[in-house]
């Protein structure tokens, strides 16, 4: 099992789990397909592209020859699937485009893994599978899928597929479940990245509806800690939940933001909410804690500064990002909002 076939692997989490196998475990090779879309940079990859055991590939998960001639080319062993169109916000806009990659996308990677016999297919899937929470209560492996946007209905779709593939053509799998991520390399669409790149630059911060909505952040490096061992000591066919025990408000969250930067409360903006805006999403991680022995290492108190202290570091990195059509992007969704 050394050679990884990596798709999204220039996207945020995608671009984390490469740099972590490519510094860690050098008898790895990672081949890393990814599109390169709004979301995708190869700057995330600074310093790791030209490693002798990374070879990055444009290209489309879409593209079935593509990926058959990857897994023979490089003799792939194991699939793990991070490409995906991600943001709630631009599901709600555009649904058409998280239908392409991630339902026909997946499926395409996951006939070609049939038809090429990958040894494991690794899903990256989401919470958001499983629908919102009240007040009281955890998601855990067992909780009916319930997906309410057309991002988590499509990451839904997916997931069934996988399974499907594992039932009826004998593929083996696991699928991961994360919470909300959040750490180095984000695009600032989503909300951590976006507010502190606001509160940079004094712009307000745009807080949907009353702000109470919950969210159990997950360090991006604690989350590739957990899909390594997933990858690797994963049990046949198993479906696994990871969550960073750290359940905050979205106002819980801009007022540490804010706090850290030296920057005023009255920068937050209660805006228009999100149309089906889930309430609460918490992670019951247990079962990849007991069986593979996996944990968070930080928590959100330690990981949000050192996030925030890299964004402060990498001015050139943000600046890059927020050029062009993110300013188009910024507009549409928060003009008028
Ligand atoms: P991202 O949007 O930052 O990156 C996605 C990457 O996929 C980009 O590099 C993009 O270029 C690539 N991509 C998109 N369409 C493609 C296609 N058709 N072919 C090849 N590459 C394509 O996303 P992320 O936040 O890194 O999320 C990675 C995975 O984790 C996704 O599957 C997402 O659903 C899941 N996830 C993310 C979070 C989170 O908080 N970010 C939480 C739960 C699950
Ligand atoms: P987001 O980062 O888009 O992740 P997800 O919707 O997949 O959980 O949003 C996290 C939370 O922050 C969610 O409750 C929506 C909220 N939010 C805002 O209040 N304002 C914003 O501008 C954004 C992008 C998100």
Known sequence: MKNLLVTGGAGFIGSNFVRMVLAEYTDYL??????????????NLDGFLD?????????????????????????????INFAAESHVDRSIIAPKDFIDTNVTGTLTLLQAAVDRKIKKFVQISTDEVYGALGAEGKFTEQTPLSPNSPYSASKASADHLVGAFGHTFGLKYNITRCSNN???FQFPEKMIPLMINNALNDKELPIYGDGLYIRDWLY??????????????????????IGGCNEKTNLEVVRIILDRLGKPESLIKHVKDRPGHDRRYAIDASKIMNELGWKPSVTFEEGIVETIDWYLNNKTWLDNVVSGDYKKYYEQMYKGR
């Open 30 to 43: 990672v081949v890393n397909l990814d599109k390169l879309t709004y979301a995708g940079n190869l700057k």
């Open 51 to 79: 490693y002798p055991n990374h070879k990055f590939v444009k290209g489309d998960i879409c593209d079935g020859k593509l990926i058959e001639k990857l897994i023979d080319q490089y003799k792939i062993d194991c699939l």
């Open 182 to 184: 959040y750490g180095q």
């Open 220 to 241: 991006v490096y604690d989350h590739c800690a957990a899909v390594w061992k997933v990858l690797i000591e994963g049990k046949k066919n198993q479906v696994y939940n």
